[in-house]
């Protein structure tokens, strides 16, 4: 049996992680880009994820998911996240939205290794997926409009700073005038940016080159004449832009096509109504990381970009972060 089955199991904190991965996010960026070129050679794993729902608590993001996969080349491990969330978490308990926990295991003997706190893998995950896109879909302008302004829009805000390109100038809306507010200083206090806060959406992603949506919506509710032409949307949180966003696109991109492909989420919807199918994918992320297929082409392009979150990135990221923490010392061995 591989001799790493005998060592423990390592756990780490939510403050663990943080402390194994340090001041520098591009781990992250650098971890996903392994995990899609891993993809992209046919040697992952990923089931698609089940979720499980409430009958009384029919919100989109009240749920819990399972998310497994095995991830090979120079990451060989395999692993799951669980994931949880509920809208109403932050308002009624004064916790965030989400949190996770995940569990790595030896690819070879099926052990596990280590144990960790997934909110912070999570969510650096999911903006590294974004820097991503940014880096072979956005245009040369850097004018970044954000629509939500919680946890993830300042994730993706510092990675974007450190692993694409430091935005010519922020816009942000969110239904809560506070929290806009509050991620302006941020933005200001952190990054030196120039950030102005709209009180309608519209106004928002007027003349912007990149939209980043993070909200927490139940329904569509962005129309296609909001979205300047020639810009990137980043469809973070899924449910926002009406049909008619996709359709006015001169490309479209997705993470992973099968598993974007689930009941209930837009582009599935939009399948079963005829308006959507393979021929309308232009690439999946993992073609455009190997070069398969090109990226932006010309500036005028309206490219919309639709991750669901790929449990193969959320494994290769914390295979990075385990690594960090086994090389530094962080975490707290558990006897089997």
């Not at 991503?132 to 939500?148: I, K, M, Q, T």
């Not at 694409?164 to 941020?186: I, L, N, T, Y």
């Not at 993070?214 to 990137?232: D, F, M």
Request: charged share 20%; proline share 7%; aromatic share 6%.
């Amino acid at each position: 049996m591989d001799p790493i089955a005998h060592d423990g199991l390592l756990y780490l904190s939510a403050a663990d992680v943080e402390r194994a991965v340090g001041p520098e996010r591009t781990l992250f960026v650098e971890a996903v880009e392994a995990a899609l070129r891993a993809q992209a050679a046919g040697d992952v794993v990923q089931p698609l994820k089940p979720y499980l729902r409430r009958p009384d608590r029919p919100h989109p993001t009240d749920r819990i998911i399972a998310m497994p996969a095995y991830v090979g080349g120079e990451v060989h491990l395999s692993g799951i996240k669980w994931i949880g969330s509920a809208h109403d978490n932050q308002e009624v308990r004064g916790v965030p939205r989400a949190s996770a926990v995940i569990v790595l295991n030896d690819a070879d003997s099926a052990y596990p290794v280590a144990i960790m706190d997934g909110s912070f893998v999570s969510a650096w995950r999911t903006a590294a997926v974004s820097a991503l896109a940014c880096r072979y879909l956005a245009p040369e302008s850097r004018r970044l409009a954000v629509l939500g302004a919680g946890l993830l829009a300042r994730t993706h805000l510092s990675l974007l700073c450190e692993a694409w390109d430091r935005p010519e100038a922020v816009e942000v809306h969110d239904v809560s005038p506070q929290q806009a507010g509050s991620f302006a200083r941020w933005a200001r206090e952190e990054h030196g940016l120039t950030v102005n806060v709209h009180d309608d959406a519209a106004g928002c992603l007027r003349d912007s080159d990149v939209i980043l949506v993070v909200t927490t919506a139940p329904e569509p509710w962005i129309p296609a004449e909001w979205v300047p032409r020639g810009s990137l949307f980043l469809n973070v949180s899924l449910a926002d832009p009406m049909p008619d966003v996709v359709l006015a696109s001169d490309k479209v991109v997705v993470d992973c096509y099968e598993q974007v492909m689930r009941p209930g989420k837009l582009l599935h919807t939009m399948a079963q109504q005829g308006t959507f199918g393979p021929d309308r994918c232009h690439a999946e992320l993992s073609q455009l990381v190997t070069g398969a297929r090109p990226g932006r082409e010309k500036p005028e392009e309206t490219i919309f970009f639709n991750p669901i979150g790929q449990a193969v990135g959320d494994i290769a990221c914390s295979a990075a972060v385990y690594g960090r923490a086994v090389e530094n010392g962080v975490g707290t061995r558990l006897e089997r």
